[in-house]
């Protein structure tokens, strides 16, 4: 938003160069983007005024700033500099307001014979530099005073009111409006409109109608200053694609105390441009004046969120400077905020006031104190601790963690998990309004943003990698379920935990080969991470499941056997059909844990024993497997058989070919025995033997290899 120097320099005359004032606007947090110099040797500021500052968007909003930055003595807005004079305008016309709770003050000014005519060269001067076309003394005799007070007007041919009455109300349904545009519009219901005694001759805050503009032939103006709701000028300037400097503003809020001055200063503009004489009186249609608002400000609290500490004469001026009324009540300061500070509304408000007074750079930097609450970190909600210790175990293992994007295409999931077209409503959240084709459901798994990046590192020369995900993932609730989000449609919200081996996990040496990842590393990682949560997993080979391979395919229990039947996740090796979705030319291993499931367990209990008094003893065997039998299940046999005795189960061998009968292949394990009570005998280590062996051939159909 451009405003000349020499347009402020009306208000404020602080001293120093055009660059020196622009950097002191910057300092205060109004950044001034560029400075540019007018043919006429004005220098012109480019200021990003933000949202939240729309008193900002004019030159005395400007002049008001850089006043309190330099410390420069700001003019009071101008005045009227003739009287008014002449019939009483109560008895020429009449203001009513219908919809009070959109419309909070409206003031009109009367003026008779002017003469509508080409603007003087000062108004059109200045109102090019700020970027408008001149188009008429009346009509740029509104459109500076908004630029210079920041409050919008509309001047209104009064002998074309029907009446003369201005009614503000709401929008009729069918009522229908030609702006000044020339474009007949539709009003819609809830719509705030400008109407007279029989139609609509302005759409409130937006733009005025065609009917009633000012033209050659105008000799008697009604001025309208008016107050609109912020979010009514929104929505009717959205709905009629309508965005205009008034609407701009408006939307953004406007100051009720400065309808008015904004008239008054319009009017003075008009005379002096136009001639004629302004009727005596002002009208004025007001519900309710707001109330002050009121905050206490408290020093030690502004040095707490500063960083450093403001002496309160300090923090007066810097507030008096502004235009809030500062006053003393006891250890703190009681201020009252101007009307137009709309973005002025609690005691944290005022502290950024002070901070940006007293200039960002001369914050000293500081790390904050950071109190946190009981427990490890200050954290309380459910699942977090467990969390960091999944983060701390995966980390230790040379695992990195990736974060990845809520949003995936339909198409990419149904793939994944194998879903035909009809089910995909049922088995993924669709986005209402995505913000691309790639994007239109919300993610099941954190798999495939998980590939996304390892095949972006992989094509990029990074072959082995080990990497982990921990978040949200989204599912539809069941017909019937309860909807999470308060909406139509319920969706149910996890929280999951991804990981991702591909490439070597031993490089390669002079000593000794490389090794590529295997799924037992894999299941290293998953029962390692588990168990520093607190948590024992059971990793069991599974029936062919999307997106892993046949026969290569495993599931994930929450126990240590397979007796716990609550299964929490997947593991295996990544379907080859799927590995060309990411161009991906080796293999990948993949796991993925339901989280949420596990924080309702009871966490393992961590027991400390003291060391072993009596020797352990080693024992080999020498088996026969049938195909198809895995090596988690022979373990698992030998540890509920011997139960209480035994140490480690290991694996030593693994022989197929000659020698063997069909469907077999031979496997030796070593097995570690020891007691805490005594030094076992040979005749209990014998029996121990025995119950193993039994147990392998009952339940996993092994003999002894002779």
């Not at 109608?209 to 929505?235: C, D, N, Y």
């Amino acid at each position: 938003m451009k405003f000349p120097l020499s347009w402020i320099r009306d208000f404020v005359q602080p001293p120093g160069t055009a660059g020196e004032l622009a950097a002191a606007l910057t300092a205060v947090g109004l950044p001034v983007e560029t400075v540019t110099t007018a043919s006429d040797g004005d220098a012109i500021f480019d200021i990003e005024v933000f949202p939240n500052r729309p008193d900002c968007l004019s030159v005395y909003g400007v002049a008001r700033e850089l006043a309190a930055a330099t410390r420069a003595p700001l003019a009071p807005p101008p005045a009227v500099s003739q009287a008014a004079s002449g019939q009483s305008a109560a008895a020429r016309a009449k203001v009513s307001i219908e919809a009070a709770d959109l419309c909070g003050r409206y003031v009109a000014l009367l003026l008779n014979d002017v003469r509508v005519g080409p603007s003087p060269e000062w108004v059109v001067s200045r109102l090019i530099k700020v970027g408008l076309r001149p188009i008429n003394n009346i009509v740029d005799a509104t459109n500076y005073a908004l630029w210079e007070l920041g409050h919008p007007l509309h001047a209104f041919d009064l002998d074309k009111l029907s009446g003369p009455e201005i009614r503000v109300r709401l929008a009729r349904p069918g009522e229908t409006i030609v702006t000044l545009d020339g474009v007949r519009r539709t009003t819609r219901p809830g719509m705030l409109m400008i109407a007279d005694a029989t139609r609509c001759v302005a759409v409130a805050g937006v733009m005025g109608g065609a009917e009633t503009m000012v033209t050659e032939a105008t000799s008697s103006i009604l001025l309208e200053s008016a107050h609109f709701s912020a979010p009514s000028v929104r929505r009717t300037a959205r709905a009629l694609s309508l965005p205009t400097d008034a609407s701009y503003r408006f939307e953004r809020g406007a100051d009720i105390e400065l309808c008015a001055a904004a008239a008054h200063r319009g009017a003075a503009l008009i005379l002096k441009a136009a001639g004629g004489k302004l009727q005596e009186g002002m009208l004025e249609a007001r519900p309710a004046p707001p109330v002050p608002r009121r905050i206490t400000l408290r020093p030690e609290r502004v040095a707490m969120l500063v960083g450093t500490r403001v002496e309160t004469t300090a923090m007066t001026a810097q507030l008096a400077a502004l235009q809030f009324q500062v006053a003393p009540r006891g250890a703190s300061l009681e201020v009252t905020v101007p009307s137009h500070r709309l973005d002025v509304l609690e005691e944290v408000d005022l502290i950024e006031e002070v901070a940006r007074s007293t200039r960002y750079d001369a914050i000293p930097e500081r790390l904050p104190v950071i109190q946190t609450g009981p427990g490890e970190g200050g954290v309380h909600r459910e699942g977090h601790r467990m969390e960091r210790a999944i983060r701390r175990a995966l980390h230790g293992a040379g695992c990195h963690e990736a974060v990845s994007g809520s949003f995936l295409a339909s198409a990419l999931q149904a793939r994944m998990e194998a879903v035909p077209a009809e089910a995909l409503s049922s088995r993924f959240v669709a986005v209402t309004n995505p913000i691309s084709a790639d994007a239109d459901t919300l993610r099941a798994s954190l798999l495939p943003g998980l590939l996304s990046c390892v095949a972006h590192n992989v094509n990029r020369g990074a072959r082995d990698l080990r990497v982990f995900e921990i978040g949200h993932v989204f599912r539809p609730a069941a017909p019937g379920a309860a909807c999470e989000t308060g909406g139509d449609i319920g969706i149910i919200e996890t929280v999951s935990l991804g990981i991702v081996l591909t490439g070597d996990v031993r490089p390669r040496h002079y000593l000794e080969p490389a090794r590529a990842a295997a799924i037992a590393d894999l299941r290293g990682l998953i029962e390692a991470a588990l168990a520093e949560a607190g948590h024992g997993a059971s990793c069991l080979p599974a029936a062919a499941r999307p997106p892993f391979q046949e026969g290569r395919t495993g599931m994930i229990r929450a126990g240590a056997s397979r007796k716990d039947d609550a299964i929490i996740g997947w593991y295996g090796a990544l379907d080859r059909r799927l590995e060309s979705l990411w161009d991906l030319r080796q293999e990948v291993l993949a796991a993925e844990i339901d989280m949420t499931a596990l924080c309702g367990r009871r966490e393992r209990t961590i027991a400390f024993q003291p060391l072993p008094r009596y020797p352990a003893v080693s024992r080999d065997l020498s088996l026969v497997i049938p195909r198809g039998r895995l090596y988690g299940e022979i373990e698992e046999a030998v540890r509920e058989a011997a139960a209480g005795r035994i140490v480690t189960v290991r694996p030593t061998d693994q022989y197929s070919g000659p020698g063997l009968p069909e469907g077999t292949y031979g496997l030796s394990i070593n097995l570690v025995y020891q007691s805490a009570e005594g030094t076992l005998s040979s005749e209990e280590i014998n029996d121990l033997q025995g119950r193993v062996t039994a147990a392998l051939s009952r339940r996993c159909g092994a003999a002894l290899r002779q």
